[in-house]
Nanobody
Framework: QVQLVESGGGLVQPGGSLRLSCVAS????????MGWYRQAPGKQRDLVAL???????TYADSVKGRFTISRDNAKNTMYLQMHSLKPEDTAVYYC?????????WGQGTQVTVSS
């Protein structure tokens, strides 16, 4: 079993920045992929950003140029740096890890963008 713990969410004004962290209970050096997803009230959970095993990065069109995904293998941690936040970025953000043993999700962290 793998535990993922997200942190860094909160309330921020439009145009502000936040950095989310996701700490895994195992090494993230050899993985299939690791990514961030978000779910707004009444909507489906959507991909925000993804890092593959070959460090190929994919972003949702809505966050390109504003969000940056990264990982620190030594700390078993993945990050999502978010800039120029908009009200439509408001959602619960989840990290997901895909390894040979299965797919694991964190508990989520709330991001609210509002003035």
């Amino acid at each position: 079993q793998v535990q993922l713990v997200e942190s860094g969410g909160g309330l921020v004004q439009p145009g502000g920045s936040l950095r989310l962290s996701c700490v895994a209970s195992r090494s993230i050096f050899s993985i299939y992929s690791m990514g961030w997803y978000r779910q707004a009230p009444g909507k489906q959970r959507d991909l925000v950003a993804l890092i593959s095993s070959a460090d190929k990065i994919t972003y949702a069109d809505s966050v390109k140029g504003r969000f940056t995904i990264s990982r620190d293998n030594a700390k078993n941690t993945m990050y999502l740096q978010m800039h120029s936040l908009k009200p439509e970025d408001t959602a619960v953000y989840y990290c997901r890890l895909v390894v040979p043993q299965g797919v694991y999700w964190g508990q989520g962290t709330q991001v609210t963008v509002s003035s």
